[in-house]
């Protein structure tokens, strides 16, 4: 396995306490390289970066018509939310919606990703359930579109379920590979997630945001899933992170999307490009802040929208921080010539 | 920056998903190498690993004695503790024999690092004292030794105050290093923190824990230390955590304690011979599972005190593990050779 470049380190006093390696694409619709840092040939698993397509059956199968879902729903639809009780409740409120409960979920409980979120649900005295899941809302979109279909609901999350051949037909269709078993793994709300090179993941953002050879149809369906991130970024994830802050204050121009163990993808419609990142290590702290740096680079009104990463000691003085290594930097000057020279 | 190589692998379904890159040192106290993967050359903060180190002034001062501590105050002045309130509690009469109350402390509040300490205290209502921070037996010992000595506590954790010069002068003895400014930064907890290149600080642990070359003195120290730790491994760390776990089951056979930024270093005294190991990205699960690889290869008894670590959805589907590279697997067969044959 060759060897990535450092793109993000951790210092500490005078000295780089830790480092995270990692690869970034930014490609355009039809596959162009426009930036290619480190290996972006290798497979890398979406994750919760793909939520988008993950949705587009929900759309375009007249499920999301059909159940009056708006902008609130399919936004939650597509995010890995922080778990505050407006999350959970539209969660709730979509099941309701189809005669059901959070018993119809298959994505498992699990703490808030939000502190706040967790810390109020602590205090309640209460235990996590399904809907604080920050993938309730996926999954009830997918419970949405089974039902409408006239299929089973049991076993929605399944390889085998219809609900999930539809999101492979999807990925398949527009990466153009056969996404077979040998790439396939369970994601942690328990559906099928389908690893693809970091070049090809960028490539997929690329038509998303510029919807650059889709059928019409697909681009109408397109267009509602961003409208709807773009006009309730507090749905998609939640106060503080990078995607909400983002998405909140410059909708249309960025759509970015997270995903679990150091992924990052999104895209810039003005610009016509797709992005893709992976950190080597799987590390948060990574992802995010290669992809300020990104973000940054490219639309020069995201600078200051989130803070420097000071490290500081637990009584407040600064003992380090979190930057962009030389080769990422190099990289992004080379990018800014790519897309304006 | 020589690239180290992978000691960790996390996979999903076939693939692997992430890697965790880093160096493992063992020696012996007379700096012969035992085995070196990685770059064991390379300058890092020991951060949390040296508490036992951090704590010789406290025992060889006097203040221990004076105070009146036992196993119990030394073990947890030597902990990274997860702030149950049994930790918290024995940090605060450690303070009150000193006519001192949590006021006094200088490492900051957080959260306890134990989950199920966190969710107590959020349910209780109350807020993280400083207390409950990690380090607090530590900073107890320390206050406790400025006291016994005469000295002025405030700032106590300053890198000019006699209590981390006493430090300085521990370490930079037993290193044989200058250990300047230029490697100095500061921990979570504010006090000082060199760093120093990974075989020596593995040579550090395989003096403390053969006691080879220290003067009488500091030998009694040391002993009075590690048979602390060892009576009491629920003070050194908590329920759960790799080493209060391997420690209660085999003391007097494996010293060991992490550090932040995956950091593991300690000693196994009948093979004579000290380690310490750095995860390139900081990265705890990779720390935790590299650690253990080591350990049960030195003393088999050790094996199946921590389990193999699956991934599991959240709906309790394994999708993937956390398991030891070829890199690592491969030293470790070379290791048995070295310290058996």
Redesign the interface.
Known sequence: ?Q?NP?LIE?T????V?????GAIAVVTPAGASVLSLGDVQR???PRSSIKAFQCLPLIESGAADHYGFGDAEIALACASHTGLERHAQLAAHMLAGLGLDEHAL?????MPLGSSAM?AL??S?REPSQLH?NCSGKHAGMIATALHLGEPIEGYFDARHPVQRRVHEVLSGLSGLPLG??????????VP?W?MPLATLARLFARLVTGAGLPPERRRAVDRILKACWSEPELVAGPGRADTVVMRKLPGRIYMKPGA??VYAGGFPEHGVGFALK?????TR?SAGAVMALVERIVPEARGLMARKVLK?????E??EIRTAPALERALERLDTALVG
Chains 1, 2 share one sequence.
């Not at 000691?313 to 003085?317: H, V």
Request: hydrophobic letters at 35%.
């Open positions: 396995m060897s450092v951790v500490r006093g005078p000295l306490e830790s480092v995270h390696k497979p890398v698993f298959g994505c498992g409980a699990h810390k602590i205090r005295g899941n078993d040998d790439v396939m793994g369970l994601d942690g709300c328990s997630n690893a163990e150091g950190i080597d290590d799987g590390t990574a000691s637990w009584r407040g003085i003992v380090g």
